[in-house]
């Protein structure tokens, strides 16, 4: 079977599983997981299949034109490089965990054929976008995911969190998804093409007449799949959905799409430097504010998601300093690590009953009940930090290193002004990254006070798949040296002076948050030890224990119980609110961005809307109500005059008759006397 034929397999057969699982899934039970599972697997082999066989070389390009169009043609194109072959394996890798880690986590969720489908074809969606050679049907695949994720964050669509939550992710990624629809089409009128590999060679030639345009209104789209600032506020709030979800969103799809499209496209925003700086820009802000958010978070989730937010700030980062290589490779690194950090956050979920921090800062024991998590999320933790030898330290310095070539003018890809500022925003980020690191596993498995409520063992669909994925978290970036090949030609070794600085502040800001936690725990009074499962009253200076979700319930109607669990009162022993000191309730709001927006947008379209509605019922439903009254009044005459009398019917005739003759001798006279 030829390379070509193989990658066409690779979106289609999630898609005919997801089909089947539609059709299927409910009328017979039984097939449901297999047709999640396998579909998805096979996906994923061939993936790994037709990387192998491009083997980082010529890129493979094949296309069919999908209609006539009359102007600029719509090809249904492979273009499948370096780049395209590993990011499909992770897609394909991760979906696979996550379809597999489901059946344990959802296995009596009444509405798991559906959920499963959805992730199939979430999943297939994601590979069309990688695939994909051909603008049109990326954007096809582009807004399936859309669809896709409003889905499947409201499965749990009982509860409002759920509810607002998805129909927000929609409406922001949507909001950024109209100017990036107009620079596709800017974009294939400026190239005459909609081909990618004729877009590149345009850019090549000069072709493009307004470039500075065109980047900036691909990344308003960007911004929005990929949650930069400012439309970023969308994704903390997606942590509503089921935890498999959040790690399918946050590893492999969704957010990685757009990072994926800039590094696809690279040319075309290298091509306006002032694009370059604007992704800079946006880099480091969504980076820096993502870091000290995700430092002030309660929710266990909500601070993997603005962790999330800021390891996609380090890829535009790289992005915006013209090295595709650096980028590429921390998504593929951070899919590995992320994917493990949401899934094992879901066992400790269920162990804990309850997504607080505070309240299972509060436990004890929670490590020893579940040490498969404990072990893998630690695992996960340092690689976040950059920690080495983990993935994430090789794939976090390959872009430091490509912020400093820039900022020292050794590449000439991107303003040094660029270089500077994501090499400084990375080098704090790296800082805060550790700090919260630190925090939410002292918070999370070292808890004081009564005995974390026993859930029972985690299914072995749930725990063999952490371990599967610590295995890339902690060895993937070992692999640095031997991928130039596919990215470019890169080099994405670390240097001597990015490494020291890098790992030096991370360890320092674990230090830090370990220090100040050691010292508060140290004055504040333990709470009583009590028996698993019950609740004692507070007493004056002890901290309260929590309340769990339903202690023998699954996994998943664990996490959909905790949604309506209101989080304990402060923490006096949070790291998070010492190191922040006063900006500590601005980065917990997520600074505020979300009453800005409803301040700015939601209001005056709300006072529009009513305006709007006003005028309809007030001023046109007048007239028409008018109007109508009128006939109706008219039909109320006419209606008096039929009586039914034939005598009344034959005078009427014959006094018209008289009248019409009348004013027809009158008119002959005037006409005769003129």
Same mark, same amino acid.
């Given at each position: 079977?030829?390379?070509?034929?193989?990658?066409?397999?690779?979106?289609?057969?999630?898609?005919?599983?997801?089909?089947?699982?539609?059709?299927?899934?409910?009328?017979?039970?039984?097939?449901?997981?297999?047709?999640?599972?396998?579909?998805?697997?096979?996906?994923?082999?061939?993936?790994?299949?037709?990387?192998?066989?491009?083997?980082?070389? &010529?890129?493979?390009?094949?296309?069919t034109q999908l209609t006539p169009t009359g102007s600029?043609?719509?090809?249904?194109?492979?273009?499948?490089?370096?780049?395209?072959?590993?990011?499909?394996?992770?897609?394909?890798?991760?979906?696979?965990?996550?379809?597999?880690? +489901?059946?344990?986590?959802?296995?009596?969720?009444?509405?798991?054929?559906?959920?499963?489908?959805?992730?199939?074809?979430?999943?297939? /969606?994601?590979?069309?976008?990688?695939?994909?050679?051909?603008?049109?049907?990326?954007?096809?695949?582009?807004?399936?995911?859309?669809?896709?994720?409003?889905?499947?964050?409201?499965?749990?669509?009982?509860?409002?969190?759920?509810?607002?939550?998805?129909?927000?992710?929609?409406?922001?990624?949507?909001?950024?998804?109209?100017?990036?629809?107009?620079?596709?089409? $800017?974009?294939?009128?400026?190239?005459?093409?909609?081909? !990618?590999?004729?877009?590149?060679g345009a850019v090549a030639a000069g072709g493009l007449?307004?470039?500075?345009?065109?980047?900036?209104?691909?990344?308003?789209?960007?911004?929005? &799949?990929?949650?930069?600032?400012?439309?970023?506020?969308?994704?903390?709030?997606?942590?509503?959905?089921?935890?498999?979800?959040?790690?399918?969103?946050?590893?492999?799809?969704?957010?990685?799409?757009?990072?994926?499209?800039?590094?696809?496209?690279?040319?075309?925003?290298?091509?306006?430097?002032?694009?370059?700086?604007?992704?800079?820009?946006?880099?480091?802000?969504?980076?820096?504010?993502?870091?000290?958010?995700?430092?002030?978070?309660?929710?266990?989730?909500?601070?993997? /998601?603005?962790?999330?937010?800021?390891?996609?700030?380090?890829?535009?980062?790289?992005?915006?300093?013209?090295?595709?290589?650096?980028?590429?490779?921390?998504?593929?690194?951070?899919?590995?690590?992320?994917?493990?950090?949401?899934?094992?956050?879901?066992?400790?979920?269920?162990?804990?009953?309850?997504?607080?921090?505070?309240?299972?800062?509060?436990? +004890?024991?929670?490590? &020893?009940?579940? #040490?498969?998590?404990?072990?893998?999320?630690?695992?996960?933790?340092?690689?976040?930090?950059?920690?080495?030898?983990?993935?994430?330290?090789?794939?976090?310095?390959?872009?430091?290193?490509?912020?400093?070539?820039? /900022?020292?003018?050794?590449?000439?890809?991107?303003?040094?002004?660029?270089?500077?500022?994501?090499?400084?925003?990375?080098?704090?980020?790296?800082?805060?990254?550790?700090?919260?690191?630190?925090?939410?596993?002292?918070?999370?498995?070292?808890?004081?006070?009564?005995?974390? #409520?026993?859930?029972?063992?985690?299914?072995?669909?749930?725990?063999?798949?952490?371990?599967?994925?610590?295995?890339?978290?902690?060895?993937?970036?070992?692999?640095?040296?031997?991928?130039?090949?596919?990215?470019?030609?890169?080099?994405?070794?670390?240097?001597?002076?990015?490494?020291?600085?890098?790992?030096?502040?991370?360890?320092?800001?674990?230090?830090?948050?370990?220090?100040?936690?050691?010292?508060?725990?140290?004055?504040?009074?333990?709470?009583?030890?009590?028996?698993?499962?019950?609740?004692?009253? #507070?007493?004056?200076?002890?901290?309260?224990?929590?309340?769990?979700?339903?202690?023998? $319930?699954?996994?998943?109607?664990?996490?959909?119980?905790?949604?309506?669990?209101?989080?304990?009162?402060?923490?006096?022993?949070?790291?998070?609110?010492?190191?922040?000191?006063?900006?500590?309730?601005?980065?917990?709001?997520?600074?505020?961005?979300? $009453?800005?927006?409803?301040?700015?947008?939601?209001?005056?379209?709300?006072?529009?809307?009513?305006?709007?509605?006003?005028?309809?019922?007030?001023?046109?439903?007048?007239?028409?109500?008018?109007?109508?009254?009128?006939? &109706?009044?008219?039909?109320?005459?006419?209606?008096?005059?039929?009586?039914?009398?034939?005598?009344?019917?034959?005078?009427?005739?014959?006094?018209?008759?008289?009248?019409?003759? !009348?004013?027809?001798?009158?008119?002959?006279?005037?006409?005769?006397?003129?």
């Amino acid at each position: 079977m030829t390379t070509t034929t193989l990658a066409v397999l690779v979106p289609l057969l999630p898609f005919l599983g997801s089909a089947a699982g539609l059709l299927l899934g409910r009328a017979v039970p039984g097939l449901a997981r297999p047709l999640a599972v396998l579909p998805v697997l096979a996906a994923a082999v061939l993936a790994a299949v037709v990387a192998a066989r491009q083997g980082g070389g &010529k890129a493979i390009d094949a296309a069919t034109q999908l209609t006539p169009t009359g102007s600029v043609p719509i090809d249904l194109a492979l273009h499948i490089d370096g780049f395209a072959a590993l990011v499909a394996v992770l897609v394909g890798v991760v979906a696979t965990c996550v379809q597999v880690y +489901s059946t344990g986590y959802l296995r009596h969720d009444p509405r798991y054929s559906s959920y499963a489908a959805l992730v199939s074809l979430f999943t297939s /969606a994601m590979l069309l976008v990688v695939y994909s050679g051909d603008l049109m049907v990326l954007l096809v695949g582009w807004e399936i995911m859309g669809i896709c994720s409003y889905f499947l964050v409201g499965h749990y669509w009982e509860t409002p969190e759920a509810r607002s939550a998805s129909l927000k992710a929609f409406l922001v990624t949507k909001l950024g998804d109209v100017p990036f629809l107009i620079g596709l089409f $800017a974009l294939a009128a400026d190239a005459g093409t909609f081909r !990618i590999t004729g877009v590149l060679g345009a850019v090549a030639a000069g072709g493009l007449d307004h470039p500075t345009l065109v980047a900036l209104l691909l990344l308003a789209g960007v911004a929005g &799949k990929s949650a930069q600032f400012p439309l970023h506020t969308w994704l903390p709030d997606a942590m509503a959905g089921p935890t498999p979800v959040s790690a399918l969103i946050h590893a492999a799809t969704m957010v990685a799409a757009g990072i994926y499209f800039v590094a696809r496209l690279l040319p075309v925003f290298t091509a306006s430097a002032a694009a370059l700086t604007v992704l800079a820009v946006m880099a480091a802000v969504t980076m820096v504010g993502s870091a000290l958010a995700a430092l002030a978070q309660d929710d266990i989730k909500r601070v993997l /998601a603005y962790s999330t937010i800021g390891q996609l700030g380090y890829m535009s980062g790289a992005l915006a300093v013209g090295n595709r290589g650096a980028a590429v490779f921390h998504l593929l690194s951070h899919g590995a690590f992320k994917a493990l950090l949401f899934l094992a956050a879901g066992a400790v979920i269920h162990a804990a009953g309850t997504n607080s921090l505070t309240a299972m800062s509060r436990m +004890s024991g929670l490590a &020893k009940r579940i #040490p498969d998590a404990y072990w893998t999320m630690t695992v996960g933790l340092l690689a976040l930090a950059a920690i080495p030898p983990f993935a994430g330290f090789f794939s976090k310095e390959a872009v430091l290193v490509a912020a400093e070539h820039a /900022a020292t003018g050794e590449t000439t890809a991107a303003p040094a002004g660029a270089g500077w500022i994501v090499l400084v925003a990375g080098l704090l980020t790296a800082l805060l990254t550790a700090a919260y690191a630190m925090r939410l596993w002292l918070l999370a498995f070292r808890g004081r006070g009564a005995e974390a #409520p026993d859930h029972g063992r985690q299914p072995n669909a749930m725990t063999t798949v952490l371990w599967v994925l610590a295995v890339p978290s902690l060895g993937f970036g070992l692999t640095a040296g031997y991928l130039d090949d596919w990215f470019d030609g890169s080099p994405l070794t670390p240097t001597l002076t990015t490494a020291v600085l890098g790992t030096g502040l991370a360890v320092v800001g674990a230090a830090i948050t370990y220090a100040v936690r050691r010292t508060l725990v140290a004055r504040t009074t333990p709470p009583p030890a009590v028996p698993a499962g019950t609740a004692p009253a #507070p007493a004056a200076g002890v901290l309260a224990a929590p309340h769990v979700a339903h202690p023998d $319930a699954e996994a998943g109607q664990v996490e959909a119980e905790a949604l309506d669990l209101p989080h304990p009162a402060v923490d006096p022993a949070d790291p998070g609110r010492v190191l922040l000191g006063p900006l500590h309730r601005h980065a917990a709001a997520g600074f505020h961005l979300d $009453a800005v927006y409803r301040t700015l947008f939601v209001r005056p379209v709300l006072a529009a809307a009513s305006l709007v509605r006003f005028l309809d019922r007030e001023v046109v439903d007048t007239y028409v109500n008018g109007a109508g009254s009128t006939a &109706k009044g008219l039909g109320r005459l006419v209606r008096s005059a039929q009586t039914g009398n034939v005598q009344t019917y034959l005078s009427a005739l014959l006094a018209g008759s008289v009248v019409l003759a !009348i004013v027809a001798v009158v008119l002959a006279n005037v006409a005769a006397g003129a």
